[in-house]
């Protein structure tokens, strides 16, 4: 992912293999990157927070690393948002299954 840092518009990468909480595709049609597990989809405009990891004025590159993956990025279909929920705010609802038949 490379990021635009906006107060000095300088760009830096998020490594693919930095971003541990999931395994991450590229889905080259919609230019995005989706969580395999959790859902979770990074695409062109989205807002994050970053810090440095490394520089190398040399090659004129800067290593990011992702702060607070918990609130990036979105969901697809939101599959995966009730499972970010503390355990107090997750809505319980009893399903009745019918007749039993044996």
Do not use: Q, W
């Amino acid at each position: 992912l490379f990021v635009e840092i906006g107060d000095t518009s300088c760009e830096g990468l998020v490594r693919m293999v930095d971003l541990n909480d999931d395994f991450y595709d590229l889905d080259k049609d919609n230019y995005r990157i989706v969580g395999k597990s959790n859902g979770r989809v990074f695409t062109f405009g989205d807002a994050v927070k970053v810090k440095v990891r490394d520089t190398n004025l040399a090659k004129r590159t800067i290593d990011l690393e992702m702060v607070g993956m918990r609130g990036a990025g979105a969901y697809a279909n939101n599959r995966s948002r009730k499972r970010d929920m503390p355990r107090g705010a997750r809505s319980s609802k009893v399903i009745p299954r019918g007749k039993r038949r044996r």
